[in-house]
C-alpha cells in the first residue's frame, strides 16, 4: 500500500553514522603505525566531526553524516540512503502508476 511505503521510506534511518570510542581509539592506532603509502586514509566530516565511511555525505537538512548518500528528499522529509533506497523506489513506481492509471481514468 502506498501509505505503508511512504511511512517505510519516510521513518527508516538510512544508517547515520556514529562513531563509537572504540573505533576512533582503533583508527588512531593505526594511523599511528606505518600504513603503505596504497592504503586509504579516514576523512573526517567538516560539519559533525566524525570519520566518514566510504560513500557517505553529510546532509544539511538532516545535520548528520548519512552512509551511501542519494539525496534528500523533500517529499518524504528524510535522506535516501542505504537503508531505505528500496523503500523510495517502492515509492516512486506506486506514484508511477498512480498517476498513470488517474490519467487513464479522466480521458
Do not use: M, Y
Not at 21 to 36: I, L, T, W, Y
Not at 50 to 67: A, E, G, M
Amino acid at each position: 500500500s502506498i501509505g505503508g511505503d511512504v511511512t517505510n521510506q519516510s521513518f527508516q534511518d538510512p544508517i547515520s553514522h556514529q562513531n563509537s570510542e572504540s573505533e576512533e581509539n582503533d583508527q588512531q592506532q593505526q594511523a599511528r603505525q606505518n600504513k603503505p603509502s596504497n592504503s586509504i586514509s579516514a576523512r573526517r566530516c567538516g560539519f559533525c566531526h566524525t570519520i566518514q565511511p566510504i560513500r557517505s555525505k553529510h546532509c544539511v537538512d538532516c545535520k548528520r553524516c548519512i552512509r551511501r548518500w542519494d539525496h534528500h528528499c523533500p517529499w518524504v522529509a528524510n535522506c535516501i540512503g542505504e537503508r531505505n533506497h528500496r523503500f523510495f523506489w517502492a515509492f516512486l513506481l506506486i506514484e508511477s502508476v498512480l498517476i498513470i492509471w488517474t490519467i487513464r481514468i479522466t480521458w
